[in-house]
């Protein structure tokens, strides 16, 4: 008989994740207030195709529903040496202190009194080391799943890890961006419901962080509140349908409440339908092949175009959210995105199989799986820069490994 954590376990596969993220995705289309016009039905279709082949590479990967696949087992545990521990406490305490500089630095230059908004634009001009702190600052992810899924003994780095989560949270949110947040949420949900079940989090650790969280949501909406280009007297969207605003939905709209409630199920539902009418805009004629979707490559090979140069080729995917499948589709085409989404599931599927070999497959289950719930809002490896979150948490992996402090007892 299975345990009632192994059955929790079994449901955290990637397909289980999509299947998540899709279901979502239609409960709030179907309760939110607006009614999309979806013109193009072919774009649906294709976006269902790819799915398919999604859910096809993981199963080519003999990933199903029955594996169990439990964490506490102590033959599988991570134990993390003291030096190991010192590595990740500096690497936690440069964290914060380079928080704090950012954030004073942000406060004084970037908004300087300004009122609560988008400054991304501004942000852009930042010096260089800003921008690299904001880079580095998603190591502190990886530095949480490491802690969770091993055997750590100092309180302080426990204390630091769990911390260090609402780094990249925090600033990111000061120019106004909100899917670090919910990119980070998800992770945290993630680590927790499946690392080891033996640790348990203090109640005043857990008091905490339910009011960082707390706090933290209370700005993301009150950035709704001054922010979005929805409410009930507004119908015009950046995308070439018509809306209609269901009845019962007129009376909230009217409310104080109305616009930020609008602008929220406008956030996280009008990606499919505006994907659908921009479909046959998506310039192809110039595969790009990988440097739009992974933009870091530009960072490290300058033989691929920037990613910069490839946004300012297709302003209509400027300021507007559509599924993972578009960023495929102009990096390698109709007929390309089909066959390296089933690769993308193969991978995801073959990282899930080997994360009880594999420290770097257990480290990057998260992320994929935030991956998979989000694939119908987003680009997967743009939401939330989830792709310098795994770039720095590979990256950790590949330290720990040559100091040969992070083992796997066998």
Known sequence: MWKKDEIQLIKFTPQHFLTYGILIYLFLYIIGPYSFEIRNW?????LVIAYVMWYLGIKCACVTGRQVH??????????????????????????????????????????????????????????????????ESC?????????????????????????????????????????????????????????????????????????????????CFLLFMVRGVSSTYTTIMPYYGEIEVKAIWQIIGNSPLGKPIYNIFY???????????IFEQIDMSEPHFGAYMFRVIGFFFSGFPAYNTIVKEIPCLVGSYTPFVTGYMRDFGLFGTLIVTFFTGLVMGKLYKY??????ALVLQPYMLTMCVLSPLYYIWH????????????????????????YIRK
């Open 383 to 406: 939401v939330g820069s989830i792709d310098f979150m795994i770039v720095t948490a590979i990256a950790l992996c590949a330290i720990l490994q040559i100091t040969n402090k992070i």
């Open 355 to 360: 994360k009880r070999r594999s420290r770097v």
């Open 42 to 46: 072919t774009a649906i279709v294709y």
């Open 70 to 135: 439990i964490d506490t087992e102590k033959d599988q545990e991570w134990k993390i040496s003291d030096f190991s521990e010192y590595i990740l406490v500096i690497i936690e305490g440069l964290n914060f202190a380079a928080a704090v500089v950012y954030g004073m630095y942000f406060l004084i230059h970037i908004i300087a009194g300004q009122s609560m908004g988008d400054f991304r634009n501004l942000a852009s001009g930042m010096p260089f080391i800003f921008k690299l702190i904001q880079a």
């Open 267 to 277: 956030y996280f539902t009008h990606s499919v339908p505006y994907y659908a009418q």
């Open 139 to 219: 190591i502190t992810i990886a530095v949480y799943i490491i802690v969770s899924y091993g055997q750590v003994h100092c309180k302080l780095l426990k204390l630091m890890s769990k911390a260090g989560l609402f780094i990249p949270v925090m600033i990111t949110m000061l120019s106004g961006a909100r899917w670090t947040l919910f990119v980070v949420l998800i992770i945290f949900g993630i680590v927790e419901k499946t690392c080891v079940k033996d640790r348990k989090t203090s109640k005043f650790i857990k008091f905490l962080l339910c009011i960082a969280i707390g706090i933290l949501l209370g700005i």
